[in-house]
């Protein structure tokens, strides 16, 4: 074990499936030598869990807001800290004014907060990391209010471009922010103010290359009289994420002449609207919705696919993307990438240099990418080539985990 501090780790739910960029970086810390806690706002169902996930589901602090250990905290520190405890209300409370739902759930969050203060300070728990800048790191900041131990924070997508509010004050009472895109990075520094550029820092996710090996191409992509195409695509079934422009795109392609057959890995609220949409531009047998799939899965659909897709647009709340992880894992594979044009995903993303870039929510545009790759030989070879060697510069998760691990260990205990 390393001489770095003991922290409580805050996340919003857990173990949740999709956030699997969370859980590498919580086994890949540990793996290093960095002692936490971990903390859920919301316990997700574990009905089905990434097998790296069992263990630390197995062990998290999970608090029930309806429960004996929340009021006694309150009363705990209404006893031993009136002051504190109604700032860390008032604070709160102004945070959560930006939206109706957002000040609803405040004081839940406020409640669940105090309690891990207390549960905290029985762990010996000297600083706070919070995954998400919305909720766990409301709480980081109302445990700092009553308590002083001192946080960090991982900024992502939505909580930079949608749920922002308090995010001044969050920014000001961390030491650290970090954030995975650069366009997050400057949107964080410029509502956080000057003063804050220092401590906010990029560093990416990034994609663990021994898992994701680089594998060939399929001979006859893009070979003269091969006009056929298997398109993978592996997202939420939700809005942003743009799949029914890409079955749009899907349809477009086969009245053309080419031969697409698309997998879209995936759940969500949209997929009864996708498999009647999919129904009625008659693609039941070339376009297949496989639900959500564990990571070995997703590992083994990317090495048989020609190209990688994502149809990503940005909602009118300013939801998007930022850089999504199988992208990333994507290029590492060795598999061209087609994506929409949007600032997280252009830094990832060269439009003809390591992969390509269609207009969002452009269907037309979506479907010319993806025919580049039949219709140009040695297009997807290029691609891939330079697309794996800026993952290997820029997203290796070794070198990445180090950094992340690097600045959270050299960060100050906390001292009662």
């Not at 574990?46 to 929340?70: C, H, I, K, T």
């Not at 900041?141 to 922002?164: C, M």
């Not at 009118?316 to 999504?324: K, V």
Request: with cysteine.
């Amino acid at each position: 074990m390393s001489d770095s501090p003991r922290y409580g780790v805050i996340v919003s739910r857990f173990p949740k499936f999709t956030e699997t960029f969370i859980l590498q970086e919580l086994r890949a810390l540990e793996a290093r030598g960095l002692d936490f806690e971990l903390y859920a706002i919301t316990h997700e169902s574990s009905e089905q869990l990434q097998p790296d996930a069992v263990e630390l589901d197995a062990r998290a602090n999970y608090l029930s807001l309806l429960s004996l250990e929340v009021a006694t905290a309150q009363l705990h520190w209404l006893a031993t800290a009136p002051l504190r405890y109604l700032k860390a209300w008032v604070g709160a409370i102004g945070m959560g004014r930006r939206s109706a739902e957002t000040l609803v759930r405040t004081p839940a969050a406020v409640l669940l907060a105090a309690t891990m203060a207390r549960r905290m300070q029985q762990q010996g728990v000297e600083r706070v990391h919070a995954h998400w800048a919305t909720y766990p790191t409301l709480a980081a900041w109302v445990i700092k209010e009553l308590t002083g131990i001192p946080y960090s924070f991982t900024a992502h997508a939505h909580d930079i471009f949608v749920e922002f509010g308090g995010l001044r004050p969050k920014i000001d009472g961390a030491d650290l922010a970090l954030t995975c895109t650069d366009h997050g990075r400057g949107i964080i520094v410029d509502r956080g103010g000057p003063a804050s550029s220092g401590k906010v820092v990029l560093v990416h996710h990034g994609v663990q290359l021994d898992r994701f090996d680089r594998q060939p191409l399929r001979a006859t992509l893009g070979a003269e009289g091969d006009r056929s195409l298997r398109v993978l695509c592996v997202g939420s079934l939700e809005e942003y994420k743009g799949h029914r422009h890409l079955v749009d795109a899907c349809r477009l392609l086969v009245d053309d002449g080419i031969d697409v057959h698309l997998e879209l890995l995936g759940e969500g609220p949209l997929r009864a609207d996708l498999e009647a949409q999919i129904a009625r531009l008659g693609l039941g047998e070339r376009v297949a919705v496989r639900g959500r799939q564990p990571s070995a899965v997703v590992r083994e659909s990317l090495r048989n696919c020609d190209v990688f897709a994502l149809a990503s647009v940005q909602l009118a709340s300013g939801f998007m993307d930022g850089i999504p992880n199988v992208l990333v894992e994507a290029l590492a594979v060795g598999r061209p990438v087609v994506a929409s044009s949007l600032p997280g995903i252009r830094e990832l993303i060269i439009d003809g240099e390591t992969g390509l870039l269609a207009r969002s929510g452009d269907a037309r545009s979506l479907a010319d990418a993806l025919a580049r790759l039949v219709d140009e030989p040695g297009l997807a070879v290029r691609l891939t080539d330079a697309g794996r060697a800026k993952v290997e510069a820029e997203h290796d998760a070794q070198v990445c985990l180090d950094e992340v691990f690097s600045r959270l260990a050299s960060l100050p205990k906390f001292v009662a």
